[in-house]
């Protein structure tokens, strides 16, 4: 499959109300751990799968051949990399491959293979013969529609009969065409143009419709009755695909208008424990003593890897300033920057090019770097209205279950505010949180 990626066009950035800000805030997450991911989300939970007909069998696969794939695709599969299905691909991909087709609605967090999974989905009921559109994949944005694209042009590597068109702002089709290319992907309003005022498509060949992060989606209404839209024009018996890393009501109602009669596929996300995390405290008096007891750390113990997080954009610039100054390392993650940026910063971090990153809590929302040991909270994670932000607490520090690692939290305390916001946390997850002595760090190693 190969497509040419239209120019990028500047749309206009016009003041932007609460709800774009947060779809943007949802977009943006989804398409940096796309950027930063580069496999598979491990994971101990079971699948729950809800089938459309409870008689019918339960098919699970733990080979790609037992698919019996076109060659071209298992050869795809390979050349990625793939040596056998993810959890959530050894159920969702022979229900998505049966015959006759079944509808699927599928649920787990991100880089769990959903993707990977709808990809094949698409790339196998194609006729390469037939010279129009047959699938139709629909994504929240721009940007991660290319990126959904470069899945299918990765796995559809040799299979180069099938074309792949993106049907995103900025491709503008000349009026009267008729679309060769048998795969497309887009968003929900240039998709429903190209359907219904171009007509570049016609609904009725359409074969598998795939509306991707569903989450991200609803966030917009817009998005919703466009979907909703296109999903009516197309026929029948086509096969209706849904996939979300989250699942709550509004989700679930929207799901269901998309998708009649579905089987369900759920992955529970991962629990996070602080059972395997040392927990410290530092009493400090100010910005500038929390500095000096993060260098007397630095001095003591060997980090490999450490993420330090502030409150403010200012505090984490001026934080990496005085630690480059130290000698230090530093990669500084801020929330002025592109997510390309973003994930880059975040991409050199993992290949440990730096050791140390600073960040701030809104850029480091949802994302996951695995690997590092040593969690600083310069300055304790606290909501808008300032008080304890528990959940954050433990996304930062906290492990997911077999897998993780032991690690080590400190937190700097510099005011009666911040003690109490400890304190709060301490009590909330009932885990001692022990005080620690900079001068005198023989008992952190
Ligand atoms: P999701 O859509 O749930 O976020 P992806 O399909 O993007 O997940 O997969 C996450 C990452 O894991 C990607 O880098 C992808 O290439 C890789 N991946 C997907 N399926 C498999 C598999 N069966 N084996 C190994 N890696 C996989």
């Known amino acids: 499959a190969s497509a040419s990626t239209p120019a990028k066009t500047e749309g206009g950035e016009g003041d932007k109300t609460g709800e774009e800000d947060h779809k ?142 993106y049907a995103i702002r900025g491709n503008k089709l000349q009026r009267g065409t008729q679309l060769q290319e048998q795969v497309v992907i887009g968003t929900p309003g240039t998709m429903l143009d190209w359907c219904l005022k171009f007509k570049f498509i016609d609904p009725k060949n359409i074969k598998v419709f795939v509306l991707d992060e569903a989450d991200v989606m609803i966030a917009t209404q817009g998005h919703q009755d466009q979907s909703i839209r296109i999903q009516r024009m197309l026929p029948k018996q086509c096969q209706m695909l849904l996939f979300s890393a989250t699942f709550e009501e509004t989700v679930w109602n929207f799901a269901q208008r998309i998708v009649p009669e579905p089987n369900i596929i759920k992955l529970k996300r991962e629990e996070e424990t602080l059972d395997t995390i040392k927990q410290y405290y530092v009493l400090c008096n100010s910005k500038e003593e929390k500095f000096m007891a993060l260098c007397n750390i630095y001095g003591a113990i060997t980090i490999a890897q450490a993420m330090i997080f502030c409150h403010t954009r200012k505090t984490a610039g001026w934080l990496a300033g005085e630690l480059s100054r130290e000698g230090h390392q530093v990669a500084l993650l801020s929330g002025e920057m592109q997510v390309e940026q973003r994930a880059a910063v975040i991409d050199r971090f993992r290949e440990g090019k730096e050791k140390v990153l600073v960040t701030t809590n809104v850029c480091a929302r949802g994302i996951d770097v695995e690997q590092v040991s040593v969690v600083i909270n310069f300055d304790l994670p606290v909501d808008r209205d300032g008080n304890p932000d528990n959940e954050t607490y433990l996304h930062r520090i906290g492990r997911t279950g077999r897998f993780g690692k032991r690690g080590l939290a400190i937190n700097m305390v510099d005011s009666k505010f911040s003690m109490n916001v400890l304190n709060k946390i301490q009590d909330h997850f009932n885990k001692k949180i022990e005080k620690l002595d900079t001068e005198d760090l023989d008992e952190i190693e």
């Not at 990625?80 to 993810?86: I, L």
């Not at 991909?93 to 293979?113: C, D, R, V, W, Y």
């Open 24 to 165: 943007d805030d949802k977009a943006a997450q989804s398409l940096l751990n796309k950027l930063i991911r580069s496999n598979l989300v491990n994971t101990t939970n079971q699948v729950e799968v809800l089938q459309r007909d409870p008689n019918s069998p339960l098919y699970s696969v733990k080979s790609f051949e037992e698919l019996r794939l076109k060659p071209q695709l298992l050869q795809g599969v390979y050349a990625m990399g793939f040596n056998r299905p993810s959890k959530i691909q050894e159920n969702a991909l022979p229900m998505m491959l049966a015959e006759p087709p079944q509808n699927l609605i599928a649920q787990s967090q991100s880089g769990t293979g959903k993707t990977a999974a709808f990809v094949l989905a698409m790339l196998s009921h194609v006729d390469p013969n037939n010279k129009f559109p047959q699938c139709l994949c629909v994504s929240p944005t721009y940007e991660l529609a290319l990126q959904t694209g470069k899945v299918i042009e990765q796995m559809g590597k040799y299979y180069s009969e099938v074309k792949l068109v």
